[in-house]
């Protein structure tokens, strides 16, 4: 079962058909065979923590593979470390870049706590070191301002095993085409 974790912080018009359902992305998954979930988070939940108990609430039974997009990854990440025996895997597609404080400064005051972490917001680098499952990152190409490619080298530098798919523009960027993610998210789900 693939759990698809939609980008967008705080305030931002997102959810999980805009990300993943009108993209194309559910459909070409399920057209793969694949079981797919893919559920809203509770946007201005006001901490990772909170985004992530609200999923762990809904997660589907068995073990799943997270597939965390953009600001999405954050919350997968909290969420596998919540939950790390429902977790066989975890995908970190289009990793939003922290750290930056030109982008930080477009985060609403009261959304101030959720630019806390290390190379992700939300989570200390000596979290993702110490994750022991599956990792796999999904940089954004051609990078952007948001989703810049260092993100992407430092999580492949910093997780243990963590393995790079190929890249893509993410959704709903004009540019993004499923088909491309829906074959790598196939692959990724079969073997694991």
Request: hydrophobic share 50%; aromatic share 4%; with cysteine.
């Amino acid at each position: 079962m693939l759990v698809l974790v939609h980008g967008g912080l705080w305030d931002d018009p997102m959810d999980a058909e805009r990300f993943w359902g009108r993209t194309g992305v559910v459909a070409g998954l399920r057209a793969e065979g694949l079981a797919v979930s893919a559920p809203d988070r509770r946007m201005r939940a006001g901490s990772w923590q909170a985004e992530a108990a609200h999923l762990a609430a809904g997660l589907p039974a068995g073990p799943v593979v997270l597939v965390g997009g953009s600001n999405g990854c954050s919350v997968a990440v909290r969420l596998a470390l919540a939950v790390p025996e429902r977790v066989r895997g975890l995908v970190l597609a289009w990793p939003a870049t922290a750290c930056d404080p030109e982008l930080n400064q477009r985060v609403p005051a009261e959304a101030a706590g959720l630019l806390a972490g290390g190379v992700l917001r939300g989570v200390a680098d000596q979290e993702l070191a110490g994750l022991r499952l599956p990792v796999a990152v999904l940089p954004s190409v051609p990078e952007n301002p948001v989703h810049r490619r260092w993100t992407a080298d430092a999580l492949l530098g910093l997780v243990p095993g963590a393995v790079e798919l190929p890249g893509c523009p993410e959704p709903p960027h004009p540019d993004f085409r499923a088909a491309g993610l829906v074959a790598v998210l196939a692959g990724v789900s079969r073997s694991r």
